[in-house]
């Protein structure tokens, strides 16, 4: 019989997740850790305003691009547009 958590999920799902995430979440505390001791250490001339408006730019088309090749999945998914590349594998 297997063993439930207080969710009504297995344990072996909750134990699987918990060590595929806490190792990740692990190396994610030492990356923002490290750019934060070199972001100090290095330091360096601070960016001017154009800098910022082009990060800020460069992150925003990066999101537009990102959400419009999303959006044309979902749409030619639920158009039928999809179904012609599978044709062969039926035969």
């Known amino acids: 019989m297997p063993?439930?958590?207080r969710v009504g999920l297995p344990i072996c799902v909750v134990m699987r997740t918990l060590l595929?995430?806490?190792?990740l979440l692990a190396l994610l505390a030492l990356a923002?850790?490290?750019a934060?001791?070199?972001?100090?250490?290095l330091g360096g001339e601070p960016i001017p305003l154009y800098g910022y408006v082009a990060i800020i730019g460069g992150v925003f088309f990066s999101?537009?691009?990102g959400g419009g090749l999303m959006a044309l999945v979902f749409y030619s998914d639920s158009?039928?547009?999809d179904e012609n590349?599978?044709?062969f594998d039926k035969e």
């Open 3 to 5: 063993c439930y958590c």
């Open 20 to 23: 595929v995430a806490v190792p």
């Open 32 to 34: 923002v850790w490290f």
């Open 36 to 41: 934060g001791v070199a972001w100090v250490r």
């Open 63 to 65: 999101l537009l691009v």
């Open 79 to 81: 158009h039928g547009y």
């Open 85 to 87: 590349a599978n044709r």
